[in-house]
């Protein structure tokens, strides 16, 4: 059964506005959520996580918002860059030492 | 520092042959995962060591797929034989030791076609 859910298997933007990407999951165990861009042929790069316990951190043009009440997690790119196209990969576990539940990923195109 | 490496890049074979992959982690991380990711899926969990024990291989077809860490630093995974349905990228991840909120790094795993 698939935990992590990415709805939205695709995503377009043009460069400067905000990409929102967003993240469901289903299993009130998770508390340690990450989200990896993977580029074609090559593997996922970590990009940003939050913990259970906070509702949202940035890392510059990164910022990952969680939701624990809806299971809803969401990463915000602002401003978005053609160089941010990529597949977005969002993933969880019960804790940063156990193995990662991904969602199948969107692929997000920002154009110039 | 170095990434995860893994080895080869790329590998194509018929079925009911056998394969072996290869990853050496980032130096110093004791724990290993392997992961596989089937085309528009996101991946999944085969095995994950702590060192050179395993912790999870719930996942793992162990009729036909093997995998051992010597020594706590590289791994090996195999798959023998091989089944149509095994096509797919094997990723090998590393974390420094499991404990506290460590990210997992990816390598840039090895492309499996079964003919």
């Known amino acids: 059964d698939q935990q992590v859910k990415q709805n939205s298997p695709s995503l377009s933007v043009q460069e400067g506005r905000i990409s929102i990407l967003n993240c469901d999951y289903t299993n009130s165990m998770f508390d340690y959520f990450l989200w990896y861009k993977k580029y074609p042929a090559e593997g996922p790069t970590f990009l940003i996580s939050i913990s259970s316990i906070k509702d949202k951190n940035e890392d510059g043009r990164f910022t990952v918002f969680l939701n624990k009440s809806a299971k809803h997690l969401s990463l915000h790119i602002v401003p978005s860059q053609p160089g941010d196209s990529a597949v977005y990969f969002c993933a969880a576990s019960k804790d940063s030492g156990y193995a990662l539940n991904f969602g199948k990923g969107t692929s997000l195109l920002v154009t110039p | 520092e170095a990434g995860v490496a893994q080895s080869p890049r790329y590998k194509i074979i018929e079925k009911r042959q056998s394969v072996a992959f290869w990853c050496n982690p980032i130096?110093?991380?004791?724990?290993l995962y392997w992961y596989q990711q089937i085309l528009g899926q996101g991946p999944k969990l085969l095995i994950q060591f702590q060192n050179n024990g395993v912790v999870d291989d719930s996942q793992l077809p162990k009729d036909r797929f093997s995998a051992e860490r010597l020594k706590g630093v590289d791994s090996t995974l195999k798959i023998q034989p091989a089944k149509l349905e095994d096509s797919a990228v094997y990723l090998c991840?590393?974390?420094?030791?499991?404990?506290?909120?460590?990210?997992?790094?990816f390598g840039d795993g090895t492309r499996l076609s079964i003919l």
């Open positions: 991840a590393s974390s420094l030791d499991g404990a506290g909120n460590q990210p997992q790094h």
């Open positions: 130096s110093g991380h004791a724990t």
